[in-house]
T-cell receptor, first 116, second 112 residues
Framework: NAGVMQNPRHLVRRRGQEARLRCSPMKGHSHVYWYRQLPEEGLKFMVYLQKENIIDESGMPKERFSAEFPKEGPSILRIQQVVRGDSAAYFC??????????????FGEGSRLTVL | QQQVKQSPQSLIVQKGGISIINCAYENTAFDYFPWYQQFPGKGPALLIAIRPDVSEKKEGRFTISFNKSAKQFSLHIMDSQPGDSATYFCAATTGNTGKLIFGQGTTLQVKP
């Protein structure tokens, strides 16, 4: 059973470009979460999605950031007009139905975004 | 209110020693407290977790102690090994969202 798959693992963008990060949850998991880890800091919750629904986006910056989890295909975190402060590791996590509330999230290996 | 404070920031322990990491929280609505282990370049992995109705949980060399009245919980790693060298995060969550509030992390180095 493959784990949470994230790609790309590393992404370099220049200021003003767009970054798209993809996440395929574990098989059988229908809940997806995105977290951001800035250098030397802990992980910060960004958004929680189920198929075709955003459940909680309280951690998402109000501008330039968006997330989706379509009926078919991976979840995508999109960052428009990137700035240097967006440089971070972005982690996706998934959980099966009815287990997300226990805190048992399964994390991918992350996508490391560098903005030049 | 939503913060989880973790200490120490870094820890060096000799092989065979006990590693202790502490966390404190304010929000009494938190109802689940997991610990995650992260190796460099990897994602966090669930290590052990506890609910507030239990004062202690042990899994192998890893033990969580929970003090509900003090709103504190800690991770003890017995017989620490060099392979335990990693960053450890405590976390807390409430409700059914799976939204984790993480501590700042503790970088553990176990010297051989």
């Amino acid at each position: 059973n493959a784990g949470v798959m994230q790609n790309p693992r590393h992404l370099v963008r220049r200021r003003g470009q767009e970054a798209r990060l993809r996440c395929s949850p574990m098989k059988g998991h229908s809940h997806v979460y995105w977290y951001r880890q800035l250098p030397e800091e802990g992980l910060k919750f960004m958004v929680y999605l189920q198929k075709e629904n955003i459940i909680d986006e309280s951690g998402m910056p109000k501008e330039r950031f968006s997330a989706e989890f379509p009926k078919e295909g991976p979840s995508i975190l999109r960052i428009q007009q990137v700035v240097r402060g967006d440089s971070a590791a972005y982690f996706c996590a998934s959980s099966p139905p009815n287990r997300g509330g226990t805190g048992e999230l399964f994390f991918g290996e992350g996508s490391r975004l560098t903005v030049l | 209110q939503q913060q989880v404070k973790q200490s120490p920031q870094s820890l060096i322990v000799q092989k065979g020693g006990i590693s202790i990491i502490n966390c404190a929280y304010e929000n009494t609505a938190f109802d689940y407290f997991p610990w995650y282990q992260q190796f460099p370049g990897k994602g966090p992995a669930l290590l052990i977790a506890i609910r507030p109705d239990v004062s202690e949980k042990k899994e192998g060399r890893f033990t969580i102690s929970f003090n509900k009245s003090a709103k504190q919980f800690s991770l003890h790693i017995m017989d620490s090994q060099p392979g335990d060298s990693a960053t450890y995060f405590c976390a807390a969550t409430t409700g059914n969202t799976g939204k984790l509030i993480f501590g700042q992390g503790t970088t553990l180095q176990v010297k051989p």
